[in-house]
């Protein structure tokens, strides 16, 4: 998928092993389920193999410490950070961000823009800027960056990430989950799950500064009610999707399709 329907290509011959791996790894599962429903529809059209959707999406929160849902709140409304988490693959898109930030700072002159796992030196920044903090990538499983890691989330003000193509769906709820108002592109397998029509946030009509920075300003500039709205809406949409919840659906999945084996075979 990533490779014919986001980067237009044919495979490499260096990739097509992994695909052939991929490709009988589906044709020996009994169940294969997927995280996204546009990626079950293109599974099971392209491999002839059923693929399952499990009405749910999960949220990998393994915060250490995690802070009450009203200490979340009050920390977010005084915040004034923006933030992106992604790779190179976001890279066009956290430059727009930087160029939004520094017309966004004239207002806002207390605005912080923070980056986690985007390398600094393809920023395109200048000597100039200033608030913009670029964090290595931030492994969960170590306190000192699970802590940092939980840290930016807690305090996101709002996160930000004009991608065009695709927008990290799973930090993305995460951040919802931390009762953050998000701005991405409406991208397929988002807007399957939680809708066209974006009220814990923006939706990004384009990826061109001036829509960006006219989206961040508008909710910058919110009381904190209309704020408060947007934060308890973000996290509404995906609070019961835990692991806990998940793993009862894929058990309950199991037993589904070994009771019917089980009279199948008499």
């Not at 988490?85 to 207002?107: C, D, N, P, W």
């Not at 207390?110 to 390398?119: A, C, K, Q, T």
């Amino acid at each position: 998928m990533i490779i014919l329907d986001r980067l237009n290509r044919k495979p490499y011959f260096f990739e097509k092993w992994f695909i052939k791996y991929q490709n009988i790894a589906f044709n020996k599962s009994e169940i294969v389920i997927s995280l996204f429903r546009d990626a079950k529809k293109v599974i099971t059209e392209r491999h002839g193999k059923q693929v399952c959707h499990l009405d749910s999406n999960v949220v990998n929160d393994i915060n250490f410490a995690k802070p009450t849902p009203q200490e979340i709140l009050n920390k977010k409304y005084k915040s004034h950070e923006l933030l992106l988490i992604g790779s190179t693959k976001y890279l066009l898109g956290a430059r727009k961000l930087v160029q939004a930030f520094r017309i966004l700072q004239e207002e806002f002159p207390e605005l912080i823009l923070n980056f986690i796992n985007l390398p600094k030196d393809r920023l395109l920044l200048e000597e100039k800027d200033r608030n913009i903090n670029c964090h290595d990538y931030l492994d969960k499983g170590i306190p000192e960056e699970n802590t940092k890691y939980y840290e930016l989330l807690t305090n996101a003000k709002i996160l930000v990430n004009p991608s065009e193509i695709w927008a990290a769906y799973s930090s993305t709820i995460e951040c919802m989950f931390y009762y953050t108002p998000i701005i991405i592109k409406p991208y397929e397998a988002f807007a399957l799950d939680y809708g066209k029509e974006n009220d814990f946030g923006a939706y990004l009509e384009n990826t061109d500064v001036p829509t960006i920075v006219d989206s961040i300003r508008k909710i910058l500039r919110m009381d904190v009610e209309s704020y408060t709205k947007l934060c308890m809406r973000a996290h509404e949409l995906v609070k019961d999707q835990t692991w806990e919840n998940y793993t009862k659906k894929v058990i309950d999945l199991m037993a589904d399709v070994s009771n019917r084996n089980r009279k199948l075979n008499g």
